[in-house]
């Protein structure tokens, strides 16, 4: 499958180029960034991803002992009880307490932020795909709890049936074009917060 033709991550189409199938590949891969974007690509509906992402942001949390009412509000969204707008909101005043912290705890509040303006029921499903707030809740998070992520990965490894990812990239990947070609987006690179760079800084 030649995920190349897809605005996916560089690093992702790379781990997934050294398997002989996209099976192989998504058994091995530890990044639950990855598997997202995938899901994201593959157009799984976003409301069960959100489902499946907002338990590893709420770790992060949990272990640095924040409190935000973003998780409650992105559950209630994917049930079909809030709209964007009030996701949105709460993923605002996330990211603003972000500001003031340093270290992991940010990272932990920008991963709230970023589930929150994932709650978009509207946008197109390649926008949703391209922009791609799920990886960046799931990779920021990951930064300020890495000693979780293969844990993480297995969970939601369990939470997507690999039929259903690799069936909507078969589809996705046959209907692209080279983006230089088709729109001129470049692949975006959403992982960039985790592993982390520095020693532990987010800036």
């Not at 369990?158 to 996705?172: F, H, K, M, S």
Request: include cysteine; proline fraction near 6%; glycine fraction near 6%.
């Amino acid at each position: 499958m030649q995920l190349s033709v897809l605005s996916l991550g560089h690093e992702t189409v790379r781990f997934f180029e050294r398997y002989r199938t996209f099976a192989e590949g998504w058994a091995a891969c530890e990044r639950p960034d990855w598997m997202i974007e995938l899901a994201l690509h593959a157009q799984i509906d976003r409301r069960r991803l959100v489902v499946l992402t907002t338990p590893v942001v709420e770790r992060a949390l949990e272990r640095h002992g924040i409190y935000v009412d973003t998780l409650s509000i992105a559950r209630h969204w994917a049930r079909g009880n809030v709209d964007g707008a009030a996701a949105w909101a709460a993923g605002f005043r996330a990211s603003e307490r972000a500001k003031e912290s340093l270290g992991p705890p940010a990272s932990a509040l920008r991963a709230a932020g970023a589930l929150a303006f994932a709650c978009d029921a509207t946008s197109s499903p390649t926008y949703y795909a391209v922009r791609a707030h799920l990886v960046d809740a799931v990779a920021l998070a990951m930064q300020s709890i890495p000693d979780e992520a293969v844990a993480h990965a297995e969970t939601i490894r369990r939470g997507l049936p690999i039929d259903a990812v690799e069936t909507g990239l078969r589809a996705r990947v046959a209907e692209s074009q080279p983006p230089s070609r088709a729109s001129g987006e470049q692949p975006r690179q959403p992982h960039s917060w985790w592993p982390p760079i520095a020693s532990g800084d987010d800036d």
